[in-house]
């Protein structure tokens, strides 16, 4: 039904910028959006969610303030902005999507049907 693949993941210096692109092969509409990160031996924790209009976003503690998550429907992607990357943001990320969620997507992992396979971010000190 649904497709997604990521790019953009590079590694980078501390201080740094990335944007990272999720491309969806499916429908997307009426879908929450959301990226995910999990780094070896730890749990896959949510980063960033966004509603379909893109109006609805949320933010992991961590990233507010330096991550800003949004979509362009019309090209059928979803994007991630960090800025000023810290060595702690250093995993592999991965975009989700699913249907039937709340206006305020939720940040959970188990809640996304749809999985990208990932692309690896690495930030040096």
């Known amino acids: 039904q649904m497709q997604l693949m990521e790019s953009g993941g590079d590694s980078v210096h501390a201080g740094g910028s990335l944007r990272l692109s999720c491309a969806a092969f499916?429908?997307?509409?009426?879908?929450?959006m959301a990226w995910f990160r999990q780094a070896p031996g730890k749990e896959r924790e949510g980063v960033a969610a966004?509603?379909?209009?893109?109006?609805?976003?949320s933010y992991a503690d961590s990233v507010k303030g330096r991550f800003t998550i949004s979509r362009d429907n019309a090209k059928n992607t979803l994007y991630l902005q960090m800025d000023n990357l810290e060595p702690e943001d250093t995993a592999m990320y991965y975009c989700?999507?699913?249907?039937?969620?709340?206006?305020?997507?939720?940040?959970?992992?188990?809640?996304?049907?749809?999985w990208g396979q990932g692309t690896q971010v690495t930030v040096s000190s």
């Open positions: 966004i509603g379909n209009t893109g109006g609805a976003t």
């Open positions: 499916g429908y997307t509409y009426d879908s929450c």
């Open positions: 989700a999507a699913n249907f039937g969620l709340p206006p305020k997507c939720p940040t959970e992992a188990p809640r996304y049907r749809y």
